[in-house]
């Protein structure tokens, strides 16, 4: 089973550069707003994790830049699951003008489990197994 959502932003004024497009690191935001939509929709957000007393940090991300996206452009942040083995959480990422459909950016991020103390899980928690068989993914 796929697991997919997708969020629609507007570009705001605050977002763009002097040369008028979304400023680079505008898009990392964008994959956190896909993330938090993911998580809402899927029930895997952040205070979802946290309850479990597990933390979810981002330790890689990935952004290839496309197509600009500029001040009052509606787009969609497409945010994917990607199931893995491993004890982490792997999205993908494509964002696109709504418009057109023209891809503006596409990327990845990667999440692993951590206690509060910062001591890194290396088997996936309990309740994300279950959160997997909830939705198909085991």
């Not at 629609?8 to 964008?30: A, P, Q």
Request: glycine share 6%; proline share 4%.
């Amino acid at each position: 089973m796929e697991l997919t959502d997708h969020k629609e932003i507007i570009v705001r004024f605050s977002e763009v550069d002097s040369m008028r497009i979304v400023w680079h690191g505008n898009y990392l935001k964008y994959f956190e707003d896909g993330r938090e939509s993911f998580g809402l929709k899927y029930n895997l957000g952040y205070l979802d994790v946290y309850k479990h007393h597990v933390m979810i940090p981002i330790v890689k991300v990935n952004c290839d830049f496309k197509r600009p996206l500029v001040y009052g452009d509606s787009a969609i942040i497409e945010t994917r699951y990607i199931p893995t083995d491993a004890a982490k959480i792997v999205f993908e990422y494509t964002i696109y003008r709504k418009q057109d459909r023209e891809i503006a950016a596409t990327g990845s991020s990667v999440q692993v489990f951590l206690t509060p103390d910062g001591v890194l899980l290396l088997t996936s928690p309990e309740f994300y197994t279950g959160w997997k068989k909830k939705w198909g993914i085991l």
